[in-house]
């Protein structure tokens, strides 16, 4: 078994960044999710604030289609991008993973 030492953090933070940098398979199949996003999105520019959640199982492609949404929004507008633990598992105060 080799030991490793982490010596500094990388500019890659999620697996789709990762997956970015080596090239991404062309998108298809989930035009009607787009179009739901592209909506909102539309309305939210037109005065009407929007809350949209994406919910689905471990790889679906919720983060590619957010992704995907983002490269067709127009310039000019601030995203916020947060990332979350899954709710099945965590730390708990010991520091052991549940």
Do not use: N, P
Not at 32 to 59: F, I, K, M, T
Not at 66 to 73: A, D
């Amino acid at each position: 078994m080799g030991i490793y030492e982490l010596e500094d953090v990388g500019a890659l933070r999620t697996r789709l960044a990762v997956a970015e940098r080596r090239g991404l398979v062309r998108f298809v199949g989930r035009q009607g999710e787009l179009g739901q996003l592209g909506r909102a999105w539309q309305a939210a520019q037109g005065g009407h604030g929007q809350v949209v959640a994406v919910v689905g199982e471990a790889g679906v492609g919720k983060s590619r289609l957010f992704h995907e949404c983002k490269g067709r929004l127009e310039a000019g507008f601030l995203v916020l991008e947060a990332y979350s633990v899954s709710a099945c598992g965590g730390v708990d105060r010991t520091g052991s993973t549940t």
